[in-house]
């Protein structure tokens, strides 16, 4: 059967749904790894700061090197090293010092989820279609559907295979990048913007409106990965839940959430001011973070964490079609630069949620602490529609 570039739509959906799988197995396995291999709550921090710094690095190297070597290898590339990271992952821990084996199978893992990232995005913007904003909020709903899979399907293959038989699961999970590094290698790719037509990253980058993009985007990603990286530990350490329950009624219900939030926008999102909507997330966001940690009651709290997917669900996709929308032809490097800044708040958020909510002081307070990010961001969105002069329509 012929591809069209209607076919290399769908494999940059199940693109995503392969970052959100790569991202969210190593949260769910954490008790595990204190369980059995003994990790700390400290090493715990260093691989989420470990993931997502490999990711940031990815991002600012694949500025250079996408347009030389061609988007498709490096798709193609990036779902290779996603997969091999999750074979490592259940391999190395026993076979060698746990804690290095995990990390070396978080770094590799995380080459490929970051190249995900920074690929999918433009090659889905650069299809030929209408309506590119719900477009992207559709695409970025497929991570979220990938971490409801990895959440529901891990939590449950636990329960029945039992801790000890962990290491199958990230095995069954690496099936999924290799089915789409096949459909990556029959379907099109469109046709790269030309040198002469694409905005310089540098004339980008002195913009103010694109900084202020950027330092929402990093508030975003701290904004999300705070909660849900931490949210199946916290539900089940700090709140007393049973695991099971935890992780549906936390991190799935957020995911969840998430994946509904964009997938609505992505319906109907042509009729509302995204500008505006983006304000009215972050303002829910905080609400949420104050209500997980400051909730007297575990379903309240839960029930925080949950809403707080629904609130993080337009950041990232709303911001990368913000961009997009006032830097026409920013190309790759563009994304790239979005993602490094959105990567930077992945890795900051959890690994300071982390740090602050060791010892004594239990994960309340640090995810108090990272209520931080989204009032920034609510004060940075308030900023943006100043400057950008926001209307109605």
């Known amino acids: 059967m012929h591809s069209t570039y209607r076919h290399t739509r769908r494999a940059c959906y199940l693109g995503y749904l392969t970052q959100g799988i790569v991202n969210s197995l190593a949260p769910l396995l954490f008790t595990i790894f204190q369980d059995n291999y003994h990790i700390s709550f400290s090493q715990l921090s260093q691989l989420i700061l470990l993931n997502f710094g490999t990711q940031l690095v990815m991002d600012f190297f694949s500025v250079c090197f996408v347009d030389r070597i061609g988007i498709k290898r490096c798709i193609i590339g990036s779902h290779l090293a996603a997969a091999c990271g999750l074979v490592l992952m259940g391999i190395l821990p026993n076979l060698i010092d746990p804690f290095t084996g995990l990390s070396i199978s978080m770094v590799i893992c995380a080459m490929g989820s970051g190249l995900i990232e920074d690929l999918v995005s433009p090659i889905l913007d650069s299809l030929p279609m209408g309506q590119k904003t719900s477009s992207m909020s559709m695409l970025h709903s497929f991570c979220c559907w990938g971490q409801v899979a990895v959440i529901a399907g891990t939590t449950l293959g636990l329960h029945f295979i039992g801790g000890h038989f962990w290491f199958l699961l990230p095995l069954l999970w690496a099936l999924v990048p290799l089915v789409n590094l096949v459909r990556f290698l029959r379907v099109p790719m469109p046709p790269a913007v030309p040198p002469e037509e694409k905005i310089p990253i540098g004339s980008i980058l002195h913009s103010k409106l694109f900084l202020l993009c950027m330092l929402l985007i990093l508030c975003a990603g701290a904004a999300d990965l705070s909660m849900s990286q931490w949210s199946s530990l916290f539900a089940e350490r700090g709140l007393g839940v049973p695991k099971v329950a935890g992780d549906l009624l936390g991190p799935c ?73 006032y830097f026409h032809n920013g190309g790759t490097s563009m994304f790239g630069m979005l993602a490094v800044c959105g990567d930077i708040g992945c890795s900051l958020g959890p690994w300071l949620t982390g740090l602050a909510g060791a010892g004594d002081a239990g994960l309340k307070n640090g995810l108090l602490m990272a209520t931080v990010f989204p009032i920034i961001m609510s004060l940075g969105m308030l900023c943006f529609c100043k400057r950008a002069g926001c209307r109605r329509k």
């Open 253 to 325: 219900l957020f995911s969840v959430l998430a994946g509904t939030g964009r997938l609505l926008y992505g319906l109907f999102g042509k009729k509302i001011n995204l500008h505006y909507a983006l304000l009215g997330c972050s303002v829910l966001c905080v609400i949420c973070y104050l209500l997980t940690s400051l909730a007297p009651y575990p379903l309240l709290s839960l029930l925080g964490c949950a809403f707080c997917g629904l609130s993080v669900s337009l950041m990232w996709p709303g911001l990368y079609s913000l961009a997009a929308r």
